[in-house]
Nanobody, 123 residues
Framework: VQLQASGGGLVQAGGSLRLSCVAS????????MAWFRQAPGKEREFVAGISWRGGTTYYADSVKGRFTISRDNAKNTVYVQMDSLKPEDTAVYYC?????????????????WGQGTQVTVSS
């Protein structure tokens, strides 16, 4: 399984970005997916997760109301739409796969990770 994240970049505060993560393999639709992020000098933190059919989503308090996670199982792709971006959202963003029914915030429960895409929000 390979996860390929893209869509990062430099944006001004208040702007928007949409990250995409394409998964290889035939079983994408049976797994929970999530986005994490890691800023310099900080631990990797959960951002948003979505169940295998998309019926359950879960967000970190810091992004709730600003970020929206979605998935297209026909395209083996998970997205996160990031609006009203803040400088504190600056980080490398990773997509990850979890063998679970609902999203979990614990990185150790995710078995495959994408390579990361840099998001930089200027003030």
């Amino acid at each position: 399984v390979q996860l390929q994240a893209s869509g990062g970049g430099l944006v001004q505060a208040g702007g928007s970005l949409r990250l995409s993560c394409v998964a290889s393999g035939r079983t994408f639709s049976t797994y929970t997916m999530a986005w994490f992020r890691q800023a310099p000098g900080k631990e990797r933190e959960f951002v948003a997760g979505i169940s295998w059919r998309g019926g359950t989503t879960y967000y970190a308090d810091s992004v709730k109301g600003r970020f929206t996670i979605s998935r297209d199982n026909a395209k083996n792709t998970v997205y996160v739409q990031m609006d009203s971006l803040k400088p504190e959202d600056t980080a490398v963003y990773y997509c990850a796969r979890q063998n679970g029914i609902v999203p979990d915030t614990t990185p150790a429960l995710y078995d495959y990770w994408g390579q990361g895409t840099q998001v930089t929000v200027s003030s």
